[in-house]
């Protein structure tokens, strides 16, 4: 073999290592990132029944995928999350109440140019999370929602008693979030977030966008 033979197989071997450690590299940082518990995982959806496509594996695929579309579609949705109450009130007077798990789709507006904006969804407390899924559980859309805690930080005055503050939880209200414009989405899943020493979601609702009732 000739020097410059030599020369490229020892240049294509380094391409090689260097190429598959920066991979490896890459794959480790996404799993890490998706592995955080405080940052909705692709796990976190499975185990309320729903999955990401094979294409989009993890919820920063979907992340890229919603801020590369050309237009979305944007929602309002009612959700009166006890009974009764139409202003917040204080946890503890509702906290033997199950909340409703009744939402109403009050407007839909789709094809409106601009990707999806998309957060960082995380596993607040009582905080809401929007998904756009297909007939057969497949999500394509992610937004975050308003979480339905009030924790009032207020400090004493000065030279006061330091007072109980006390949370609230939030009346009947609307739910404003906007997903890719993707005519797979037949329906809007509402999770409830519940951080604890193991952080999960919890389905309250469900709206079918094929429905006749259904605001276009």
């Known amino acids: 073999m000739t020097v410059q033979g030599k020369f490229c197989w020892a240049y294509l071997i380094l391409a090689l290592i260097f190429g598959v450690g920066y991979y490896s590299t890459s794959v480790a940082a996404q799993t890490q990132a998706d592995g955080l518990p405080w940052k909705v995982n692709a796990s976190d959806l499975q185990a309320v029944g729903f999955h990401l496509p094979s294409n989009m594996p993890t ?74 899924v297909t007939s057969t559980g497949k999500v394509r859309g992610l937004a975050n929602g308003p979480s339905l805690l009030i924790r009032p930080d207020l400090p004493p005055a000065p030279g006061s008693r330091p007072q109980e503050l006390h949370e609230y939880i939030q009346g009947k209200g609307e739910i404003w979030v906007s997903l890719p414009d993707d005519p797979k989405i037949e329906k809007l899943v509402l999770l409830l977030g519940h951080p604890s020493e193991k952080p999960r979601l919890e389905q309250v609702g469900m709206v079918d966008l094929t429905a006749m009732s259904a605001p276009k």
Do not use: C
């Open 59 to 132: 919820v920063s695929d979907l992340e890229v995928y919603q801020k590369v579309v050309p237009t979305h579609q944007e929602f309002i949705i009612v959700w009166d999350p006890h009974t009764g109450y139409d202003h917040p009130v204080f946890r503890e007077q509702i906290s033997e109440r199950p909340l409703k798990h009744e939402f109403t789709l009050k407007q839909r507006k789709k094809d409106v140019k601009g990707n999806a904006p998309f957060n960082v969804p995380m596993l607040f407390e009582l905080g809401l999370e929007v998904i756009g």
